[in-house]
Structure formats: structure tokens, C-alpha cells
């Protein structure tokens, strides 16, 4: 009669612990973590055990917890541990913790295991909203980032007591995923290593009055996930981001804007650094000619009713195309498409990669159900060389790697070094 087997372990993550009231989110992260099939190990530092006790974490890791070099000397943790880890992250970091980090301090077990980590680590700063914002801290986060190190910009939200303010950990799904994203970025090529990538996403707004505006129904799942594929594959990336309903991927630069106008000035600005721009953004074509200062009123008479008069916004896609110079940057587009009297889906996408004069169109099809805030997307990819690829229905993470699967042998000059990791008509959903 055999014996069952033990299920093989899954990735190790060692889940450091700095002393910060966001401590307790940790146990959520861990569980997270844990029921996901990942072999975490926790190591606390001692000012977090005030937060949350030893064991807490032995308990819910089914593991004994240290936070100094000198229990289990024998079995060298402070070097086995980083060593032997899939991915480190370090969830709440404190200034404090950055600090140590950034300047290569090893006072405790985790500062040690940061020192011999050769695995992808990921920080999440928590701390109140001046310690984040102190020219100290950033320094310090710039610093780590520019030797590869993924620092979360912490959500901004309620703090200890009855302050609100950028500082807040984010939530414990949200860590988890961006875990997931470091840990899966191992089984991705690493050809866009040494790019610089621009991806614009989610949708625009454009103000009518004080409270209303123009938008659309984008989420930014897409172009999120592009970025976060870009990241994953060696690039450094740029992420303009207008409306987005998910979290921003780790490891990129943030852009916010709003309007149309904005997100093309912000797009410009940094393609002529760029070996890529993907303009995944869902940018209205129109906006209100007239804004507004106070809130229109509907009247008793309808005559008096208001009428809406708009104009077109600039085509910054045709504009990239027209002002780049030679082959650089690489320029892609989307389209979101419906059919209709004039032509199919596919039609209206090859009319619009010859007006725009893009490298690559990623035409996808919309509508009521589909494409806008789903979790999959279904695309053709169309080239400027005439080439035509189908992508079946799947996650647009699956998705995002088709796209930059077909961008990579368009990239042939060589990859400068960047020190790291880390209006448009139609748009992505």
C-alpha cells in the first residue's frame, strides 16, 4: 500500500515584518500567501512584535519565527534564507526599514536576508503621510529602485488616528498580487531588458461643469496589464494613467492625469526617451467646447434646456507617428471597435492602422458585455507590414504578452542600460 505523497512545495517567499501599525495586515498577506500553495517564512523585526507577537506568526505559518542572526546559528539563516528564496517582500516597510535597506545596513535578521537576497524583492511602504513625503524617504525609495528593488507607492486613505493621507499599506489582495507578478516574471523572457516603455491606460474625462463630465467605461485592466508585462520582462515602464478601477502594477513609474489633453502632453513628454509607446488608454474623441465654473441647472421650460456643443480632441496617436524620428519609438495602438453599416470590426481596423500610421493595431471588438471591465479580452493583432494574428479569448495578462510578443522583433536597435527595473481615438478596455 503506498503512502500519499506530501504536495511539492510551492514557491518560497520570505515575509519580513517591520514595526509599523500596519503589521497586522501582514497576517492577512501571509494567509493570502499561504492558501495560494507559496512556502512562506516570516521574519519579524523586533520593533514589529509590539504589533503583532512571534506567535501569531509561528501559528499561521506553521513555522518558528526569528528576527535576530543568533537563533539557529548553525544553520546560517541570514545568508540560507535570502539565498534560497523565490521572492522577498517586506510588508509594512517603515521609513526606518527603507532607510536600512537603501544604504545596505544589517542589524537584524531581515536587513541580513535583504543583503544575501538574489531572488526579486518587493517593499511595501506604510508610514504617515509626512515620513512618506520627506525628501529622506524619497531619496532612499529612488535609491532602492534604481538598483532593482520593487517599492510599492503606498494607497492613500485613513492613517493611525484621524488622518487620511498617501501612507496607507495597501490592501493585502493587492500585495499579493503584485507577489504574484515578481514571482511569475521568472518564466517571461527578459528581452526587454534595457527598454524604456511608455503604456497609457484607462479612460479620460472630459468636464462639462463642476460635477459632470465625459468619459467612458474603461477600467485600465489592459494597459495595466502591459505595463505590468513590460516590467516583468526587463523593461523600465511608464505607466499614464488616466481613470483606472484597478491598482497600478509594481515596479513602473505613475503618470496621473485626467483629460485628454493632459494624457497627450504627459504621452509626448516621454516618448522621445522611449523605444516603445503603447497607447492602450481609452482617450475621447470629443470634448465640451465650453466648460462651465458652476453647475448647469435644468430649467422649467425645456426649450431653455442646455445644448452640449463639442469639439474634437488632438489625435495624439497620428501625432506620435508624424513627429518620432526614424523607427523610434516603436508606436502601438488600439482600437476598440463596434461593426456597422460601413463595415465590419476587422474592416474598420485596417482603415484605421492606414490613418494612423502606427507599427502595430490591436483591434478588439466591444460592446455591452464585452471587452470594457471584463477580465478578458479577445484581440487581432494587425501590423503595418501587413501581417494579421488572432488572439483567442483569454486574460489579458495572456493577452499583454501577445502584444509585446509581436513588439519585440520590431525593437532592433540596441538596449541602452536604464539602472533598473522597474488623445488618442480608440483605446483598450
Known amino acids: 500500500m503506498s503512502t500519499p505523497r506530501d504536495p511539492e512545495p510551492g514557491p518560497r517567499v520570505v515575509l519580513g515584518v517591520a514595526g509599523g501599525i500596519a503589521a497586522y495586515k501582514a497576517a492577512l498577506l501571509l ?11 516570516v521574519v519579524p523585526t523586533a520593533a514589529s512584535e509590539h504589533f503583532v507577537g512571534r506567535a501569531t506568526w509561528e501559528a499561521l505559518s506553521g513555522k518558528p ?5 543568533w ?8 545568508v540560507r534564507l535570502g539565498r534560497h528564496a523565490d521572492l522577498v517582500v517586506v510588508a509594512p516597510a517603515t521609513a526606518d526599514l527603507l532607510a536600512r535597506a537603501a544604504h545596505g545596513l544589517a542589524d537584524d535578521l531581515l536587513t541580513n536576508v535583504l543583503l544575501t537576497a538574489t531572488c526579486p524583492v518587493l517593499l511595501v511602504p506604510a508610514m504617515h503621510t509626512e515620513m512618506w513625503l520627506n525628501p529622506a524617504v524619497q531619496a532612499n525609495v529612488a535609491l532602492l529602485r534604481s538598483r532593482g528593488v520593487t517599492v510599492l507607492d503606498p494607497a492613500s486613505g485613513r492613517l493611525t488616528g484621524a488622518d487620511t493621507g498617501p501612507g496607507r499599506m495597501p490592501e493585502p489582495a493587492d500585495v499579493a498580487a503584485a507577489c504574484r507578478r ?9 528581452d526587454l531588458e534595457g527598454r524604456r516603455v511608455v503604456v497609457s491606460a484607462g479612460g479620460t474625462r472630459e468636464p462639462l461643469d463642476p460635477v459632470r463630465f465625459l468619459g467612458n467605461r474603461s477600467s485600465g485592466r ?6 505590468a508585462a513590460a516590467a516583468a520582462r526587463g523593461a523600465r515602464v511608464t505607466l499614464v494613467a488616466a481613470h483606472l478601477e484597478v491598482p497600478v502594477p509594481a515596479g513602473v513609474e505613475v503618470v496621473g492625469v485626467t483629460t485628454a489633453a493632459e494624457l497627450g502632453e504627459a504621452v509626448r513628454a516621454r516618448a522621445a526617451g522611449s523605444d516603445v509607446v503603447v497607447m492602450a488608454a481609452a482617450v475621447a474623441d470629443f470634448r465640451p467646447a465650453t466648460r462651465t465654473s458652476t453647475k448647469i441647472k435644468k430649467s422649467d421650460d425645456p426649450a431653455r434646456d442646455p445644448v452640449v456643443v463639442l469639439e474634437r480632441n488632438p489625435d495624439v496617436l497620428a501625432g506620435l507617428v508624424r513627429e518620432r524620428v526614424g523607427a ?10 463596434t461593426g456597422d453599416a460601413s463595415g465590419s470590426v476587422l474592416e474598420h481596423g485596417r482603415a484605421k492602422l492606414a490613418r494612423k500610421g502606427c507599427d502595430l493595431l490591436v483591434l478588439n471588438e466591444v460592446g455591452e458585455t464585452r471587452g470594457f ?7 487581432t493583432l494587425l501590423g503595418a507590414d501587413g501581417s494579421e494574428r488572432e488572439v483567442p479569448e483569454a486574460g489579458k495578462d495572456v493577452v499583454a504578452d501577445a502584444v509585446w510578443d509581436a513588439v519585440v522583433p520590431m525593437l532592433t536597435s540596441p538596449a541602452t542600460p536604464t539602472g533598473g527595473t ?5 483605446g483598450a478596455p
Request: aromatic share 2%; net charge negative.
Open 31 to 41: 494567509r493570502e500567501l499561504s492558501e495560494s500553495g507559496h512556502d512562506v517564512t
Open 65 to 69: 519565527v526569528a528576527s535576530d542572526v
Open 71 to 78: 537563533t539557529r546559528a548553525d544553520e546560517v539563516p541570514h
Open 182 to 190: 515578481l514571482l511569475g516574471s521568472g518564466s517571461r523572457p527578459r
Open 222 to 227: 489592459q494597459g495595466v496589464a502591459l505595463a
Open 328 to 337: 523610434a519609438p516603436v508606436v502601438v495602438g488600439f482600437a476598440a471597435e
Open 373 to 379: 471591465a471584463a477580465a478578458t479580452n479577445a484581440v
Open 422 to 426: 522597474t488623445p488618442l481615438e480608440t
